[in-house]
């Protein structure tokens, strides 16, 4: 197919700065869990960038805090972690400054006492550093710790003190299923206010997820067609090459629905299908992603599959089975690939299905928004010329490329060039996002935790949806969980998942778009 590439030109770049961007107040960032994967390979990377574009105050800290006896050596952790993880250059000159910005303090997460000693110590900190009293408490703890941290916080009065701004971010998985997330709500919620609380999904932190609401909103020429009248069909991908990566008794509890599905997928699909919010406050956003989310009817199981890798080849690579995976059951029933179809039933949706799949080593890493346009109502070329080379005539496609190569593309029908007859071929006009930006080094985190410092909460998650997306997949949650299936595992690692999943398309008509990426 061939292809138009759309692109900035440099003029229009060089007035790209991020300018209108706040500072956040000096403040301290308690990093509970600092001793995990997440704090080495993403929030210190995260920080750091920030930091490298002066977007973090003059005078802050960050204190990692976990259950290890650690001192010096965790900055020094910290400090390998940017080089050898977050592609950070050894030279860089503002390394050294940077890490002379990390604390550590080793905690016990259910002891009372050392809560009390944490907050003289993050006082001692703020006063010795002339920082203020602004705190924002980060939860990368494994989620069993959340609660008692919470409340710990709230019992010593490291909740709300009397001037300053503090608030809590708090990792996924946010509950188990729609009981547990109640409960953890609640508990959170007696502790801080719901203007206090950032629940993460690093999914609203990529640059491309928030560009579907720039492409929909700022452009006037795709919203009027933006509905069931122009409408065919939507398919989301988040396909990924990796396995558990080590993550087995995390995945064993979590699988596909509950790691992906029920909280990624389901942003990408309310920022698809929303009405336009009145402003991008955190307010009218939030709102109107949850107008979606409680607009879905029940999932019939029928409309749903499961399924397990097998082992297979993998980019050229034997891997082996998820059974065989560390710290996996070998009889495991654990789904890593999910899929299912879903409707939004209101007035712009009704009629439109969405299919969502979402699977671990898939042939291809892909995370992509497939917008299909139904067929124009009278195809006359097609019928004038059914043997020409080209005359396959394709339903316009927008393709939402969220990773890895970000960008949006657009198909449609051209004529074959010098055909004498009127051949039709599908040509693809396709802004990628490296090419007219330059390599963007965002990892989502640095967008999230520069707003969870400033207070906006327009990227994050608000009880509400949290608990209107576990109602919804609590029901295939327990249903499967009630029965493990027989034949896995069903796909090959290295493939688009089980046959099945081809079938719930197939069986009404449709089909995935298995040629995901950039063409
Ligand atoms: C995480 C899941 O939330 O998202 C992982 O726990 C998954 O299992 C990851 O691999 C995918 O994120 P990304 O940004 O790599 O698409």
Redesign the pocket.
């Known amino acids: 197919m061939a292809t138009v590439h759309m692109s900035v030109r440099p003029e229009d770049l060089s007035q790209l700065p991020r300018d209108g961007e706040r500072i956040p107040e000096p403040g301290v960032l308690v990093i509970f869990g600092a001793s995990g994967d997440l704090t080495k390979r993403k929030l210190i990377p995260a920080l750091f960038h920030l930091y490298q574009s002066n977007l973090l105050p003059e005078r802050f800290q960050i204190v990692g805090v976990a259950r290890r006896p650690l001192g010096d050596e965790f900055a020094g952790d910290m400090r390998a972690g940017l080089i050898e993880l977050g592609g950070v250059d050894a030279s860089d000159p503002k390394i050294d400054s940077f890490i002379s910005h990390i604390s550590y303090f080793p905690l016990n997460f259910d002891d009372p006492t050392h809560y009390a000693n944490l907050n003289a110590e993050l006082d001692r900190i703020a006063q010795e550093k002339q920082i203020g009293p602004d705190r924002l408490y980060y939860l990368a703890t494994a989620p069993e710790f959340f609660a008692g941290i919470v409340e710990n916080l709230g019992a010593q009065g490291m909740a709300r003190p009397e001037k300053g701004r503090v608030a809590v971010v708090i990792e996924?998985?946010f509950g188990h299923d729609l009981d547990s997330a109640r409960q953890l709500n609640q508990q959170v919620n007696a502790v801080f206010t719901e203007a206090q609380v950032f629940r993460i999904?690093?999914?609203l932190g990529?640059e491309t997820v928030q560009n579907l609401l720039v492409f929909r909103f700022a452009n006037g020429i795709f919203e009027p067609i933006w509905n069931r009248n122009y409408i065919d069909h939507v398919q989301i991908t988040?396909a990924?090459t990796?396995g558990?990566?080590g993550?087995g008794p995390?995945?064993e509890k979590?699988g596909?629905l509950r790691?992906?599905v029920q909280?990624?997928m389901m942003e990408l699909l309310a920022l698809v299908a929303l009405e336009p919010p009145s402003s991008f406050e955190a307010d009218s956003v939030r709102r109107e992603k949850l107008k979606v989310w409680r607009a879905i009817p029940s999932i019939p199981i029928l409309n749903t599959v499961r399924g397990q890798y097998g082992p297979g080849i993998v980019g050229g690579e034997r891997v082996i089975g998820y059974r065989d995976e560390e710290r996996v059951n070998p009889e495991s029933g654990t789904e890593t690939f999910a899929a299912l179809r879903l409707a939004v039933d209101n007035w712009r949706w009704a009629g439109v299905p969405f299919f969502l799949r979402a699977g671990?080593r898939m042939r291809k890493?892909a995370?992509e928004i497939s917008i299909l346009f139904k067929q124009p109502p009278l195809l006359i070329f097609n019928r004038m010329h059914s043997t020409g080379p080209c005359t396959d005539i394709q339903p316009n496609l927008l393709t939402i490329r969220?990773?890895p190569d970000e960008g949006i593309a657009l198909r449609f029908g051209a004529k074959v060039p010098t055909s004498a007859q009127m051949s039709v071929c599908p040509v693809n006009m396709d802004f990628d996002y490296e090419a007219a930006f330059g390599k963007s080094s965002a990892?989502?985190y640095e967008r999230l935790l520069l707003d969870a410092m400033l207070g906006d909460q327009t990227l994050f998650a608000h009880r509400d949806g949290v608990e209107t997306n576990w109602a919804l997949y609590n029901p295939i949650i327990d249903a499967w969980a009630a029965k493990t299936p027989e034949v896995f595992p069903n796909y090959f690692a290295g493939t688009w998942g089980p046959e099945c999943a081809n079938i719930l398309l197939e069986r009404d008509g449709y089909a995935w778009r298995n040629d995901l990426g950039r063409k």
Do not use: C, M, S, W
Request: proline letters at 4%; zero cysteines; charged letters at 35%.
């Open positions: 996924k998985p999904d690093h999914y990529k988040v990924e990796l558990v990566e993550r995390f995945y979590a596909a790691d992906v909280n990624h671990k890493r995370t969220i990773q990892n989502g």
